[in-house]
């Protein structure tokens, strides 16, 4: 394990003052780093692919610059990084967590396959790599492969870090927010945890409701208040549920989808609003819980507070937007939703319990058992 001074400092003897990420657990000591150093630039991408693309452009102006992103979301980089960076011989520096590594820690079952295939995917694509040092006498020699590689290629090298390789930092600097400029509707205070909302939609939802909670904590607080045949806890895919939900409300026209989403996983796949907005099934609702953190990774800001998510979903064709921040609120709106399709904004406090468990189930049979609650729907 090494500290995250001796890589960042070692880098920036290189050149490299800009980094653009996704966060990870692995990555939070180095966030915490490059966000606290005036002389340092973070930006919070919205996805992956994003961040090698953001990266790519800064050296592209003469800085260079690191793409640093959890290996569930390598697929998202894919496509910069085979045919942005590799054809217009951009040099960014990749790194890239190893969850799910194969004879490692324990990690959760999203991870498994990309763990297993993540070293074979970046020598696909012809990105070669080595692992990310974990000793401080090593890390000038692997910078200095790393860089030799870029400058003689003109193409990115990446480190691939496993569980463990940095030491903790904590983070000081307070989240920046940019000013909202007008919207749909008007901003309002977050006063409530996720956990109480969540009790207010189960509270709210009928038999013939269908609850598909993003991941990380959302679904798995909506496990901890009530586990239950008609809710689906997705794990990885980050982004996808509102597309998901999109699937099974067209397929199922019966019931009543209601998708539970985050900031972070929504501006992270924004782009599905359009989708969701154009198709306007009216059996969909989407509720956005909003904290402006990425919570389960550390808690690093997101930049919804600068977002007017209501303003997005209207201009994409959601013909209806609302904004609560009470759990009253919130259960009148689920409760009473027309059929026509919804957006909710909801602002929420970050926290949650310090015994918050997770799903006793696997995603396998969260599936296998809704599918049968579906089937049961039909008769």
Not at 143 to 169: F, I
Not at 298 to 323: E, K, L, N
Not at 363 to 372: G, I, K, N
Request: with cysteine.
């Amino acid at each position: 394990m090494i500290e995250a001074s001796a890589f960042i400092e070692a880098a920036r003897r290189q050149g490299f003052g800009l980094y653009a990420g996704v966060p990870c657990s692995y990555l939070k000591p180095f966030i915490n780093y490059v966000i606290d150093d005036s002389q340092l630039r973070y930006v919070g991408a919205a996805n992956e692919g994003d961040a090698v693309a953001i990266a790519a452009g800064a050296e592209l102006g003469g800085q260079r610059a690191v793409a640093m992103f959890q290996n569930s979301g390598l697929g998202n980089a894919v496509n910069p990084l085979t045919s942005l960076t590799w054809i217009f011989r951009l040099p960014v520096l990749v790194i890239t967590t190893l969850r799910g590594e194969p004879g490692g820690p324990a990690d959760e079952p999203q991870h498994e396959l990309m763990g297993g295939i993540t070293t074979r995917l970046l020598e696909q694509m012809d990105l070669p790599w080595e692992y990310f040092p974990t000793d401080a006498a090593d890390v000038d020699a692997a910078l200095e492969r790393a860089c030799a590689h870029m400058t003689a290629v003109q193409r990115p090298y990446a480190l691939v870090m496993r569980k463990g390789s940095v030491a903790p930092v904590a983070l000081q600097a307070r989240p920046q927010v940019q000013a909202r400029r007008g919207g749909a509707q008007p901003a309002v205070e977050a006063l409530h945890r996720r956990a109480e909302m969540l009790r207010a939609v189960q509270a709210a939802v009928g038999p013939a409701d269908i609850v598909i909670a993003t991941t990380g904590y959302t679904g798995r607080e909506l496990f901890a208040c009530d586990d239950r045949a008609n809710q689906l806890y997705m794990v990885g895919s980050m982004g996808c549920a509102v597309s998901l939900g999109l699937g099974l409300a067209l397929a199922r026209p019966d019931l009543r989808i209601i998708v539970l989403d985050g900031d972070g996983a929504a501006l992270m796949r924004l782009g599905a609003l359009s989708t969701v907005g154009f198709e306007r099934p009216p059996n969909l609702l989407h509720v956005l819980l909003d904290n402006g953190i990425h919570e389960s990774t550390g808690g690093q800001a997101t930049v919804s507070r600068s977002v007017d998510f209501s303003a997005i979903a209207a201009a994409c064709g959601y013909p209806r937007v609302a904004v609560v921040n009470t759990p009253e609120a919130l259960h009148r709106r689920v409760q009473e939703a027309p059929r026509e399709l919804e957006f909710i904004h909801v602002p929420i406090q970050p926290g949650i319990a310090d015994d918050l468990p997770r799903p006793d189930v696997t995603p396998a049979a969260v599936a296998a058992r809704l599918r049968a609650h579906l089937r049961d729907r039909h008769d």
